[in-house]
């Protein structure tokens, strides 16, 4: 399934220049779809900020988030890091770390 697959998740479907702020109000299935919304922000040597709204029932996805993070030297929340902890114990559920 590609990004823009879903019209109804995708609000930036084309190039669009100085992108300033990205705002996923969802994380994506992949970290790949992630690394893709948030470079939006990075386009033509730009620099941007991206907001993730990343909450418990995304704990599974924790450990490929910190991974991306790490790779491109970005500071990582603790709360993700315990998120990524609950992972390995099952856990599950609504809610979001503030």
């Not at 823009?4 to 995708?10: E, F, G």
């Amino acid at each position: 399934m590609g990004l823009c697959s879903d019209i109804n998740r995708c609000l930036i479907c084309s190039d669009v220049e100085d992108v300033k702020f990205v705002i996923n109000y969802d994380f994506p299935n992949c970290s790949e779809d992630y690394v893709h919304r948030i470079g939006r922000t990075g386009r033509a040597s730009n620099t941007g900020t991206a907001y993730t709204f990343f909450t418990y029932a995304n704990c599974n996805k924790a450990r490929d988030l910190i991974g991306v993070l790490q790779e491109a030297q970005q500071e990582i929340n603790p709360k993700l890091l315990a998120l990524e902890s609950m992972s390995t114990v099952g856990a599950s559920g609504r809610g979001v770390l503030a």
